[in-house]
C-alpha cells in the first residue's frame, strides 16, 4: 500500500539499505497495523538529477512517503511515524554532511490500488480488509507463495494482527 521512496545522494551498502527498508516497515506497520508484505520500499540514487534547495543546487537525501489517509490517521500518528524514521536513519547511516537526512515528506495521495493481487483497503478499513481475504491469504500460503507464507507467519507472531481477526478493538 504504502510506497516510500529513498531518494539518496549518499552511498548505501546492501546492508544498509536492508536495514533502512525493514526500518520504515516495521515503523509504518506498528504506527497504522498493516502486514508488512504492503510496505513498499524504493531506493533512488539522485546524484545525476539536479534538485534545488532554497534556490541552491545541492545534494540531499530525501524520504517521500505515498501512503493512504483518512480522520483516524492523525497528524500526530505521521509525526511520530517521521520521527521514528529519521531516528532510524541516524543510527544506520550517520548525520553529518552527506549522510544527513534532509526532510521526510509523507503524501496522502493513494487513492487505489492493488497489491500482490487484492485491491488495497481503505483507509481505516484495515480490519475488514484482512478479515476479509484472510481464507485466500492461508490458502496462497498453503500452496507455497512465500509472501503469504511470510504473511500468515507475521500474524502468528503479532499480537495486534490476531486481534484484528478476532475482532478485538485496538
Not at 547511516?93 to 493481487?117: D, F, M
Amino acid at each position: 500500500m504504502p510506497l516510500y521512496e529513498v531518494q539518496h545522494t549518499v552511498p548505501f551498502s546492501a546492508a544498509q539499505e536492508d536495514a533502512i527498508a525493514k526500518a520504515i516497515t516495521k515503523v509504518h506497520t506498528e504506527t497504522f497495523t498493516v502486514p508488512r508484505l504492503l510496505v513498499n520500499v524504493r531506493f533512488t540514487d539522485t546524484n545525476f538529477q539536479p534538485h534545488y534547495a532554497a534556490g541552491e543546487k545541492r545534494k540531499v537525501n530525501l524520504i517521500i512517503a505515498y501512503v493512504r489517509t483518512n480522520a483516524t490517521r492523525t497528524e500526530t500518528a505521521y509525526d511520530h511515524l517521521c520521527a521514528s524514521i529519521n531516528q532510524s536513519w541516524e543510527s544506520i547511516v550517520g548525520t553529518s554532511g552527506a549522510k544527513e537526512l534532509r526532510g521526510i515528506i509523507v503524501q496522502g495521495s493513494i487513492i487505489a490500488g492493488s497489491e500482490a493481487g487484492f485491491p488495497i483497503a481503505k483507509a481505516g478499513e484495515d480490519k475488514l480488509w484482512l478479515k476479509q481475504h484472510y481464507a485466500e491469504f492461508k490458502h496462497l500460503a498453503e500452496e507455497g507463495r512465500l509472501d503469504f507464507i511470510a504473511v500468515m507467519a507475521e500474524i502468528e507472531e503479532r499480537r495486534d494482527l490476531q486481534e484484528m481477526l478476532n475482532g478485538v478493538e485496538e
